[in-house]
C-alpha cells in the first residue's frame, strides 16, 4: 500500500475549534450565528429531521479543513544510484578573448563566441553531473556555485560577455576560486577530493592576482584535483577589433597572441589532466570530447519520483456537503416566512 502523508498537517488543528463553537453555542440561551447555519439547529420547532442541515454543514467543515491540510499520496521512494563528477569550469574574459582568429559559417568570431556553444553542448552531454562556472579577467568570480540545475546554468552561460570584469588574466586567481568551490563534505578521503575536476580555458599568459599559477597547481596536486587545461587562440598575430570611446567598433587591429602554453602544460600534467591546444572550433569539440570520456564516480541521493495530490477528494464532497445544507434550511425557512406574511394584519387606508 503506497504511503499517505499531509503537506500542511497544522490545518487540522482547526478541526478543535468545531466541538468547542458547538460547546459555546450549547451555552447560549439565544441563538447566535457562530458558525454556518449553527441558528437552525436547536430550533425546537424543527422536527427530528432538522438535524440533516446541521450534520451535513459539519461534515463539510471537516471535509474542507483535511483538504487544506493537502492529503498526497507517494506512488515510489527509492534510493537512486548515479554516476557523476563535480566540475568547474573555469572561463577567462578578459579584453584578447575578442580576438577573432575563429570562424563560424565563413564569418570571423571572437574566441568567446567560439567556445559558448561547445560549453553548453558540454554541460548538455553530463546531465548527470554537478557543474559550477568561475570567471576570471584581472579579478575571478563565482558566476555559478555546483549544481544540478543545467538550465538554468545554461542561462548564465549566455550572459557571458567580454568587459563584465576589470581587464587582466588572473590564471592563478581563477584556477583558486575553482578550486574552492570544489571543498564538499563528504566526498574528501583524508586530503583527497574524490570525483572533481577542473577545466581551465584561457588564451593568455598570468599577469594579474594575487595566487600565482605555480601555487594554484600546488592546492591541486595536493587534493588530488585533475585541472584540464585548454588554450584559446592561433599563434602570431590575429585580427583584433578596435572600438572608439563610445563603444562603436570602428575598424580591425592586429595583435600578438601571449598565450603561455609551457604554463598550461605544466599545470594539466602536475595534477594528472590533460592540456589541449584549441586553435579552431572543431578542437574545442574534441577537447569538450576526451574530458567527457573521464571517468565517473557513483553517489547514492533519496528521491520522491512522483506525488499525487488528493485536495480534491476532499474538497470537492465538503463543498457539496455544504450546499446540500443551505438548500435543506432554505427550503424550510420558505414555508414558515409565507405563513408569517399572510398572517400579518392589513392596514386600511
Not at 29 to 51: D, M, N, Q
Not at 169 to 176: E, K, S, V
Request: hydrophobic share 40%; charged share 20%; glycine share 8%.
Amino acid at each position: 500500500m503506497p504511503p499517505y502523508t499531509l503537506h500542511d498537517p497544522l490545518w487540522l488543528l482547526a478541526l478543535a475549534l468545531i466541538p468547542l463553537t458547538l460547546w459555546l453555542r450549547g451555552r447560549r440561551s439565544v441563538p447566535v450565528l457562530l458558525v454556518p447555519f449553527a441558528a437552525a439547529w436547536h430550533r425546537p420547532s424543527l422536527t427530528s429531521s432538522s438535524r440533516w442541515p446541521a450534520c451535513l454543514a459539519l461534515i463539510g467543515l471537516v471535509l474542507l479543513i483535511a483538504a487544506l491540510a493537502r492529503p498526497q499520496r507517494v506512488e515510489d521512494k527509492h534510493e537512486v544510484h548515479a554516476q557523476g563528477y563535480d566540475l568547474m569550469l573555469c572561463i577567462d574574459l578578459s579584453g584578447s578573448m575578442q580576438a577573432e582568429d575563429y570562424e563560424k559559417d565563413g564569418e570571423p568570431i571572437n574566441r568567446l563566441q567560439a567556445i559558448k556553444p561547445v560549453i553548453q553542448a558540454f554541460i548538455d552531454r553530463r546531465p548527470g553531473d554537478r557543474i559550477g562556472i568561475v570567471v576570471f579577467s584581472g579579478r575571478a568570480y563565482t558566476l555559478a556555485p555546483l549544481t544540478f540545475d543545467h538550465d538554468w546554468l545554461s542561462r548564465q552561460v549566455s550572459r557571458l560577455k567580454i568587459g563584465l570584469i576589470e581587464d587582466g588574466t588572473a590564471i592563478g586567481d581563477g584556477l583558486g576560486v575553482a578550486l574552492t568551490r570544489l571543498d564538499q563534505a563528504g566526498r574528501e578521503q583524508g586530503n583527497q577530493r574524490k570525483g572533481a575536476f577542473v577545466v581551465l580555458l584561457t588564451d593568455g599568459a598570468n599577469n594579474r592576482g594575487s595566487l600565482s599559477p605555480e601555487q594554484a597547481t600546488q592546492i591541486a596536486k595536493s587534493r588530488g584535483i585533475p585541472v584540464y587545461t585548454m588554450g584559446a587562440g592561433k599563434d602570431g598575430l590575429v585580427p583584433f577589433p578596435v572600438f572608439d570611446e563610445a563603444g562603436n567598433r570602428i575598424g580591425t587591429s592586429r595583435i600578438m597572441a601571449d598565450l603561455d602554453e609551457n604554463a598550461l602544460t605544466t599545470i594539466a600534467n602536475s595534477t594528472g589532466g590533460r592540456y589541449y591546444r584549441v586553435d579552431d572550433t572543431k578542437a574545442i569539440a574534441s577537447a569538450f570530447s576526451s574530458i567527457d570520456r573521464t571517468q565517473k564516480i557513483e553517489f547514492q541521493a533519496k528521491s520522491y519520483l512522483l506525488t499525487t495530490e488528493l485536495f480534491g477528494w476532499f474538497a470537492a464532497p465538503g463543498l457539496a456537503c455544504l450546499l446540500l445544507a443551505t438548500l435543506l434550511i432554505c427550503g424550510r425557512r420558505s414555508p414558515s416566512a409565507l405563513q408569517v406574511s399572510s398572517l400579518s394584519p392589513q392596514v386600511s387606508k
